[in-house]
């Protein structure tokens, strides 16, 4: 299977590793991945911020660079997001166009969905809490959500379930964001870190020595929140647990 790799600008940048353990993932399980030298982002930064004109311009360029992919495959559900739910209006409505959105994955639903994998050569001898980020959960629907009444399931968490010595622990609300948002992380920062500092207790109370996630930028956000606060907690994208990465 071939799958065009899209690594989001921000991970380019700061989380390389995962970048490389979503390539070597899905090699391990049977897929001839490219990666196009040219792309640059999804536009969410500047949709988020108001500015139209540059949105659109990044819209038509991801269009451009990966047009023609049998599928691509992104580990990050707030870009994959963008992607699928937010091009309308800044892309062209051609079938092409509309048929690229809808073979462009998150990491974890491509693993399920696609691949159907039913098995995972990892070991993970830790306690683990999922961090079901906002966009991958209401928008992708990764997993089942609070305020629907539809049979429980999280497709990052079937993933999870395989590997070998892993302990699940739950936090009280499975479903609440961090308070990253992206640039509501800065204009609105004393909330966004009131979010983030309960998200953490919650997992740190249900006895997570590790927060697991599919959004590097919602891990930072509550990584540097520990970091500054001095706790005994790691952070780790999904993918490198997957991958069988060790703390």
Do not use: W
């Not at 071939?2 to 391990?28: G, H, R, W």
Request: proline content about 3%.
């Amino acid at each position: 299977m071939q799958v065009s790799l899209f690594i989001p600008c921000y991970m380019d940048q700061l989380y390389p590793d995962v970048a490389m353990a979503t390539l070597t993932l899905l090699e391990k399980h049977g897929c001839e991945v490219t990666y196009p030298m040219n792309q640059t982002c999804c536009g969410q930064p500047m949709a988020n911020t108001g500015c139209s004109a540059d949105t659109k311009a990044t819209a038509k360029h991801f269009i451009e660079v990966f047009k023609g992919s049998d599928y691509v495959v992104c580990p990050s559900g707030s870009c994959v997001s963008m992607v699928r739910e937010h091009y309308d209006g800044l892309v062209p409505d051609s079938d092409e166009v509309n048929s690229l959105r809808s073979k462009t994955y998150e990491l974890c639903e491509f693993l399920v969905d696609v691949l159907k994998v039913d098995k995972i050569d990892a070991e993970f001898n830790h306690k683990v809490g999922l961090h079901q980020s906002c966009h991958g959960l209401r928008e992708l629907r990764l997993g089942s959500c609070s305020e629907q009444i539809v049979e429980k399931y999280s497709k990052a968490e079937t993933l999870l379930r395989m590997v070998k010595g892993i302990e699940l622990v739950k936090p009280e609300r499975p479903d609440e964001c961090c308070g990253f948002g992206g640039t509501f992380a800065v204009a609105e920062k004393d909330v966004s870190c009131l979010m983030g500092e309960d998200r953490i207790n919650d997992h740190e109370n249900a006895g997570a020595e590790v927060i697991v996630g599919y959004d590097s930028s919602c891990l930072m956000h509550m990584g540097g929140i520990s970091n500054r606060q001095k706790r005994n907690l790691k952070f780790m994208h999904i993918a490198e647990i997957l991958n069988g990465a060790a703390t």
